[in-house]
């Protein structure tokens, strides 16, 4: 997906957000904004939202010397989600289409995004996640691949959010490798953040090798893009994802909250839809 115009002030919100978790003073917090406006002068019309906000993060982290400024916010995302794990497992196990709930569940926890939005409520969130109708809805699609997928390869997005992707991977029961990101970028999850979900007990962790949101291909290590390359079914959570891989030809399955007008409007969907998305590949 293209960077959009109305990303420009959006940029500039995640910098400033990034600048104060990690402890900025003013004049770090000015220096960064300055910077990240220099940035998108030159940012290329062809780029996607992600690279963009790579660069902010690191310049964030830089110049503050802070590693993970999210790292606090990672933690406490995580805790409130382990809290709702016995109610999530048993709504799967009620319901009478448990992979649907699964999904549901999911996507439900792609709530949990702050790039996006400084706060989230996760129980009014998966009430409605759980009754509302798909935005685009895939799951007959879903069905039939997972009939013939002998593994799966699951790209995640935020901590926290890791929690509901291990409830609907315990469902899947079949082989998963679960991908995070290889350095700390936003709230996105990283192996220590999936191991506190517990997603180690469920599947496969590796890392990506990059730094930036989604899956920037061309920034991932090459161990990561032959497993990539290999994969028969995809499952990729939340915005950045869809973002970095809207063009992908791989089969793919983009499970997200269309949180942001701009995503929405790519996708011919409305803020605030929920998104079983199969790609071409699936469609077919």
Avoid: W
Avoid at 68 to 90: G, V
Avoid at 98 to 112: D, H, K, W, Y
Avoid at 130 to 155: M, N, S, V
Wanted: hydrophobic letters at 40%.
């Amino acid at each position: 997906m293209k960077t959009y115009l109305d990303c420009y002030a959006c940029f500039l919100r995640q910098a400033l957000s990034a600048a104060r978790r990690a402890d900025a003073s003013p004049e770090q917090q000015h220096r960064i904004l300055i910077q990240t406006m220099d940035h998108l002068r030159s940012l290329p019309a062809t780029a996607t939202p992600p690279e963009m906000a790579e660069t902010i993060h690191r310049l964030a982290r830089e110049e503050t010397g802070n590693p993970d400024p999210y790292r606090a916010a990672k933690q406490d995302a995580t805790r409130q989600a382990l809290d709702l794990l016995p109610h999530l497992r048993d709504l799967v196990r009620a319901s009478a289409d448990p992979l649907e709930t699964a999904v549901r569940i999911a996507i439900a926890g792609n709530i949990i995004d702050q790039g996006v939005a400084e706060s989230f409520e996760l129980e009014s969130t998966l009430e409605r996640v759980l009754t509302q109708p798909f935005g685009i809805g895939g799951l007959a699609e879903l069905r039939a691949a997972l009939t013939t997928a002998d593994t799966i390869l699951y790209l995640g997005d935020n901590a926290g959010e890791t929690v509901f992707d291990r409830v609907l991977i315990e469902h899947l029961a079949k082989p998963v490798t679960y991908v995070v990101k290889g350095a700390p970028i936003i709230n996105d999850a990283t192996r220590e953040d999936a191991i506190a979900a517990g997603l180690d007990q469920v599947a496969e962790l590796i890392d990506n090798g990059s730094e930036a949101p989604g899956t920037l291909l061309e920034r991932c290590s090459d161990a990561f893009r032959a497993r990539f390359e290999r994969a028969r079914l995809i499952i990729a959570k939340g915005q950045a994802n869809y973002e970095t891989l809207s063009e992908s030809p791989a089969p793919i399955f983009f499970l997200l909250q269309a949180k942001c007008s701009v995503i929405a409007s790519d996708m011919g969907m409305h803020t605030g839809d929920i998104v079983l998305l199969p790609n071409l590949a699936h469609r077919r």
